[in-house]
């Protein structure tokens, strides 16, 4: 008998509950309609007003012509138009598209064609790109104005009208149709350092099955409630990358009060938290250095305020600086093509309490994969590595939240998905706990004399030395070794290479990293800025290419 | 454009990631492989002998002809076999059909029969129920026996062996399909009190997002984590009872210790309870009822035992007894239809701290509904009632995990699916702040006068008059106010009929209960027990047929 023959068939009248992004409304309207959610601290509304404002912003998108299947591209810093816009557009089955705003206006070109973009939305802020490249985009049909005071600017294109004017004079009642939950709902780009911009695709049912499997494994171990329903959220990842991490929808689907802060000005930042009572947010860690530094100024403390880290590793000084300040700052692993969470620095069960040391590599790790993820580390022929905390290979995963596809691009999708799992190009160790950490990218590998070094490890060292800020290290070619490390190092006036190398002795001789790992004296280089992507990581690509000047 | 248009098609490489039962383990695996579970404290293993075993299991079987699509039937206590059923016959594409062991010979024979059972697994205990119907059912090829000491008795029909012994030389080895995930994974029968019982199926899917929804409904309450990866888990709701609410899948999800008590003796799961650290357990009010008896037999403090009530509503003055010995106890509301939990009695953000009274009224209450859940209160036009905790509707719902067939009873299935909402026969009303309150079955509501009387709230009054045991009451025919109430009640030697009128008289003049809800003084009749179905409810229908004789 094939396993087919044995599937359920629903009578006629079941409801087969596809699950789609409108279904994440249903707690949350049913137990937390008036749950506020604010705009800068300046707009507030209700979460019952959230919902009829979805249902007017398809009216409105449909009197532009907005079908299923359309796509849909957003300009915004992080507002409540955006929030209206993870739900709404895709619950009318069109496709949104988050726009990275820190690219180029030649990449914000290419992805706005590469996606298919029949409407844009776009702030104030980002007119003048529009405004070079409007032209080469024939497809758009429309282009609606967001605009915090109301006013449109003088454009050299035609506008379809201001966002708030749109929707408040749109009706609020809209049948949102009862979608496959294989339907596109997000796109997005990868902002990889080679190539063209690669779009991610997620389905509804990735969205839902993402909020669901990350929210519990936030809210389920023990005595580390890292989310509840009483949590008060702010995103500080922007709602253009990876869909703010997925986290606006979580938010959502919680019933959670929500603050959306515009553009990101630690200042500013600091004063919601306060203000709003803020508890929980995501960010970098520029950015968390940034609230760090602007605390440390103000003497505010920030105590109760859970974090997670993620984009790049959380260094482990950075992060006790943040401990320092009383927050509750843990990293999170994920990319754009993974939902993007799979991994959480979370203790599952606390056993002993932990010593400051542990405390501190628990917080920094890859962390404990999430529910539902099949988080593996295997060598080159998919065999996984002993988890010994040793041996390294690359994570690949399965999950129910990955990008199935790169956008018009099979070989790239093929080779993603190669052998059935998803390939991360992360190089990790695996601990006999499950708890993971991450070494460093496939191509950030040093391969010296036979060993491979950990740029990663080099640059944590690096970052505990006293009066050093910031650490980049790269493999450059060398003759005799095939590659040796080079660090690039941001650091105080007192800082000296010799003392940096003589920091790193230290940890050579208590076996903590190899002797080949040490970069030579004439390969360290304090230089007064590490350059970095458009979403804050640092620009490997650039630092090889064009090394920044010395400091 | 068809919504269908904008499907995402994933590259032929990419892992689709099918909702299935195995899904629920890899999380468990990674992190909790050391974690245990225990049969009654005597037998323990641990999580990765668990996975190890499944195989095996799944071995045993094939051995014994059993194929994706076959149907497997399960009679056992609450056992480690149990659990390692659950996991390894839907994994193999096979169905679980768990048997209700408290029906008659008869029932299980009908049930038995209409599930197309193929194996049958079944503990010593119930022989002498097989024994009488063995040759009616030609199509079960294999008997396997559950034995706790690796004897097998005597039987009068043929037996392929013993559990363990099967199991214990099997290969470990089992590739577990990748099937569809809306296969048919578990069926069982629901004990209605009218009819033929009625065979309830769920798939893979309808398992894991229960798991999912009702784990993230419980851990993410501000404050009130009522479950945490750190939980030491004990069912007290039979595995063969709604796969013991779902609440075993959950378990192994989140990689609990878990403790299999066997047969449900009071005093050996107290007991258990205290030397296996048990923290968290379900079970129905005449259970608890014999929990807190127990406990005070013996002085045991229950403190940090958090456990959910369901099955028939949670009386307040059992609610109380239960909280005053240090239980966390608090009630859930499903039906064997529904996956089974759709709402539980939590407040998901602590506000004000609340008043005793509040307190227990928030436990016993029908509660909040689950993540996901579309829990509607409707009239008979399926209109929703207002939110005002006074106007009354059935609930309808709509959820990933309700049954979306009666197995081979197409009328019923669309009957109880009627206008595409699953029809829960249970009258309710719902407060303004989503919090939903039972007040009656819709065939147990007491019509009289041209008003309708909630049987149940009658009931918890009773239930509360000091002296009082237990309470029953139904509708019976009246010529001049076509139904009046009858009360059945379990009370000490001391309380009379005219008592409890003066008590609820109390009620009518503090406007609590209408005067015509209050039985008249020979319609209260004092009984030695009120008679219960095979899963502990008040059994209305036999005190309609054959009332109970007077104490």
């Given at each position: 008998m094939k396993s087919t023959d044995n599937l359920l068939t629903p009578t006629p009248s079941a409801y087969t509950y596809p699950l789609l992004i409108k279904q994440l409304l249903i707690n949350a309207m049913s137990l937390h309609a008036d749950q506020e959610i604010t705009y800068r601290g300046q707009m507030r509304y209700k979460y019952r007003d959230f919902r009829q404002r979805i249902g007017q912003l398809a009216n409105a998108l449909t009197a532009l012509d907005v079908r299923p299947g359309s796509t849909v591209a957003v300009m915004d810093w992080d507002s409540h138009r955006y929030l209206e816009s993870y739900f709404g557009i895709p619950m009318m089955g069109a496709t949104?598209?988050?726009?990275?705003?820190?690219?180029?206006?030649?990449?914000?070109?290419?992805?706005?064609?590469?996606?298919?973009?029949?409407?844009?939305?776009?702030?104030?802020?980002?007119?003048?790109?529009?405004?070079?490249?409007?032209?080469?985009?024939?497809?758009?049909?429309?282009?609606?104005?967001?605009?915090?005071?109301?006013?449109?600017?003088?454009?050299?294109?035609?506008?379809?009208?201001?966002?708030?004017?749109?929707?408040?004079?749109?009706?609020?009642?809209?049948?949102?149709?009862?979608?496959?939950?294989?339907?596109?709902?997000?796109?997005?780009?990868?902002?990889?350092?080679?190539?063209?911009?690669?779009?991610?695709?997620?389905?509804?049912?990735?969205?839902?099955?993402?909020?669901?499997?990350?929210?519990?494994?936030?809210?389920?171990?023990?005595?580390?409630?890292?989310?509840?329903?009483?949590?008060?959220?702010?995103?500080?990842?922007?709602?253009?990358?990876?869909?703010?991490?997925?986290?606006?929808?979580?938010?959502?689907?919680?019933?959670?009060?929500?603050?959306?802060?515009?553009r990101y000005l630690p200042d500013a930042l600091l004063k919601l938290r306060e203000t709003e009572k803020v508890s929980f947010s995501h960010c970098v860690p520029t950015i968390l250095q940034m609230l760090v530094a602007g605390a440390d100024k103000t003497g505010q403390d920030l105590g109760g305020w859970k974090v997670i880290i993620g984009g790049s590793a959380l260094p482990a000084g950075l992060c006790e600086a943040a401990l320092a300040k009383g927050m509750d700052v843990f990293a999170g692993y994920g990319m754009s093509e993974t939902g993007p969470v799979v991994s959480l620095a979370l203790n599952p069960t606390q056993g002993q309490p932990l010593s400051a040391g542990e405390n501190l590599r628990l917080r920094t790790s890859t962390g404990m994969p999430s529910l539902l993820v099949d988080f593996r580390v295997v060598d080159e022929d998919m065999r996984d590595v002993p988890r010994d905390g040793i041996a390294r290979g690359e994570i690949v995963l399965r999950s129910p939240a990955l990008t199935p596809i790169y956008?018009?691009?099979?070989?790239?999708?093929?080779?993603?998905?190669?052998?059935?799992?998803?390939?991360?190009?992360?190089?990790?160790?695996?601990?006999?706990?499950?708890?993971?950490?991450?070494?460093?990218?496939?191509?950030?590998?040093?391969?010296?004399?036979?060993?491979?070094?950990?740029?990663?490890?080099?640059?944590?060292?690096?970052?505990?030395?006293?009066?050093?800020?910031?650490?980049?290290?790269?493999?450059?070619?060398?003759?005799?070794?095939?590659?040796?490390?080079?660090?690039?190092?941001?650091?105080?006036?007192?800082?000296?290479?010799?003392?940096?190398?003589?920091?790193?002795?230290?940890?050579?001789?208590?076996?903590?990293?190899?002797?080949?790992?040490m970069p030579e004296l004439d390969r360290i280089r304090l230089v007064a800025e590490i350059p970095k992507t458009s979403v804050g990581k640092i620009n490997k690509k650039q630092l090889r290419e064009a090394p920044p000047a010395l400091q």
């Open positions: 949104l598209f988050t726009v990275n705003v820190r690219l180029s206006a030649a990449q914000i070109l290419y992805t706005l064609k590469d996606a298919d973009t029949d409407v844009l939305l776009v702030h104030c802020d980002f007119l003048p790109v529009v405004e070079q490249i409007r032209e080469q985009l024939p497809r758009i049909r429309h282009i609606v104005v967001l605009s915090d005071d109301g006013l449109v600017p003088a454009t050299g294109f035609a506008v379809a009208g201001e966002y708030e004017a749109l929707v408040s004079r749109a009706d609020a009642a809209y049948d949102f149709p009862e979608l496959d939950e294989n339907t596109k709902a997000v796109t997005f780009y990868t902002t990889g350092t080679t190539g063209d911009p690669k779009g991610v695709c997620y389905s509804h049912r990735h969205i839902v099955m993402h909020a669901m499997a990350t929210a519990l494994s936030l809210c389920s171990p023990m005595g580390e409630q890292r989310l509840h329903r009483g949590d008060v959220y702010m995103p500080i990842t922007p709602m253009f990358h990876v869909l703010g991490w997925g986290i606006p929808y979580i938010a959502v689907m919680l019933g959670l009060r929500t603050v959306l802060p515009g956008f018009k691009k099979p070989e790239a999708s093929e080779e993603l998905w190669r052998g059935g799992y998803l390939h991360t190009q992360d190089i990790a160790v695996m601990h006999p706990n499950g708890m993971v950490q991450i070494v460093d990218r496939l191509k950030d590998v040093i391969k010296t004399g036979g060993e491979w070094v950990s740029s990663i490890e080099v640059e944590g060292l690096i970052t505990q030395v006293p009066g050093v800020h910031e650490a980049a290290v790269i493999g450059v070619p060398d003759e005799k070794w095939g590659e040796r490390p080079m660090a690039f190092v941001v650091a105080g006036a007192e800082v000296k290479p010799e003392f940096i190398r003589e920091q790193l002795l230290a940890h050579v001789q208590s076996k903590r990293i190899s002797a080949y790992a």
